[in-house]
């Protein structure tokens, strides 16, 4: 049966490579707004899933609800979301009016937050969310994932 660290790792690469594709559209404004749609929606549902249910079974089973890892990552996701809206903002402005530069600025900051941030989720807390679980609230949690309603993270770009 696939653990966490497998799925919620694959899920970084994957949105990994649509940042990567998006970084290289600069010269194509539709692909741009695409690319970044694509991203901030999945990075959204990422968190969503992190928040709203790998974090409280965690927090549940080893009793660090407002300290430990999980309140590290919450405080970094507020920063991760505060990078997406600026890009978005970049973005809605437009590359004709000198956008460009903008968003590759806040681009390679939110670079610099995920790849940090990411790296101790895979090497730290997504292992010990895995020693936590039992099979059947690995289960859940999967099915939960499954059944979250879009509404809960498609929020972007109009």
Same mark, same amino acid.
């Given at each position: 049966?696939?653990?966490?660290?497998?799925? &919620?790792?694959?899920?970084?690469?994957? $949105? *990994?490579?649509?940042?990567?594709?998006?970084?290289?559209?600069?010269?194509? /404004?539709? +692909?741009?707004?695409?690319?970044?749609? *694509?991203?901030?929606?999945? $990075?959204?549902?990422?968190?969503?899933?992190?928040?709203?249910? !790998?974090? /409280?079974?965690? +927090?549940?089973?080893?009793?660090?609800?407002?300290?430990? /890892?999980?309140?590290? &990552?919450? &405080?970094?996701?507020?920063?991760?979301?505060?990078?997406?809206?600026?890009?978005?903002?970049?973005?809605?402005?437009?590359?004709?009016?000198?956008? =460009?530069?903008?968003? *590759?600025?806040? =681009?390679?900051? $939110?670079?610099?937050? $995920?790849?940090?941030?990411?790296?101790?989720?895979?090497?730290? !807390?997504? /292992?010990?969310?895995?020693?936590?679980?039992? +099979?059947?609230?690995? *289960?859940?949690?999967? =099915?939960?994932?499954?059944?979250?309603?879009?509404?809960?993270?498609?929020?972007?770009?109009?």
């Amino acid at each position: 049966m696939e653990k966490i660290l497998e799925f &919620m790792g694959k899920d970084h690469d994957r $949105l *990994d490579s649509i940042f990567e594709k998006f970084r290289h559209s600069a010269n194509d /404004p539709d +692909e741009l707004r695409q690319r970044f749609h *694509d991203f901030k929606i999945g $990075l959204q549902r990422h968190i969503v899933w992190e928040e709203d249910i !790998l974090f /409280p079974v965690f +927090e549940n089973n080893t009793g660090m609800r407002d300290s430990g /890892p999980t309140a590290v &990552m919450r &405080m970094e996701h507020r920063k991760i979301k505060e990078f997406l809206e600026k890009i978005h903002q970049s973005i809605a402005r437009g590359i004709a009016q000198g956008a =460009a530069a903008e968003i *590759d600025r806040q =681009a390679g900051g $939110l670079i610099e937050v $995920l790849s940090d941030h990411n790296n101790k989720e895979e090497e730290i !807390l997504y /292992p010990w969310i895995d020693e936590t679980l039992s +099979e059947k609230e690995l *289960d859940e949690i999967f =099915a939960k994932m499954k059944e979250l309603p879009a509404d809960k993270f498609n929020k972007c770009c109009g």
